[in-house]
Nanobody, 118 residues
Framework: QVQLVESGGGLVQPGGSLRLSCQAS????????MSWYRQAPGKERELVAT??????NYADSMKGRSLISRDNAKNTVYLQMNSLKPEDTAVYYC?????????????WGQGTQVTVSS
């Protein structure tokens, strides 16, 4: 059974930082592309950052203010977020993807709330 468990969300003041963690179990973690998405109230879920095959990619919304990293030995992916703005307020979700010729695998965590407010 695959599980993705996010942690590290909370309330932070504008300009502050947070580090989100996502602990994965039940899958060959190093084979998976790991991503962070976010969904603000009334908006669609959007990609924040991806770590796959030794490469990282960032959405424009948080480029330069975030860093995605992973520890394959711990089956954990992180998202360091700096210079946070009120518009970064959202539920942040961890996602694991693996695509093969026979089947695609796509798993989601339950999300962690990030609120940026003074």
């Amino acid at each position: 059974q695959v599980q993705l468990v996010e942690s590290g969300g909370g309330l932070v003041q504008p300009g502050g930082s947070l580090r989100l963690s996502c602990q994965a179990s039940g899958l060959p973690f190093s084979n998976y592309a790991m991503s962070w998405y976010r969904q603000a109230p009334g908006k669609e879920r959007e990609l924040v950052a991806t770590s796959a095959g030794g490469n990282t990619n960032y959405a424009d919304s948080m480029k330069g203010r975030s860093l995605i990293s992973r520890d394959n030995a711990k089956n954990t992916v992180y998202l360091q977020m700096n210079s946070l703005k009120p518009e970064d307020t959202a539920v942040y979700y961890c996602n694991a993807k693996f695509r093969s010729p026979l089947r695609n695998y796509d798993y989601w965590g339950q999300g962690t709330q990030v609120t940026v407010s003074s």
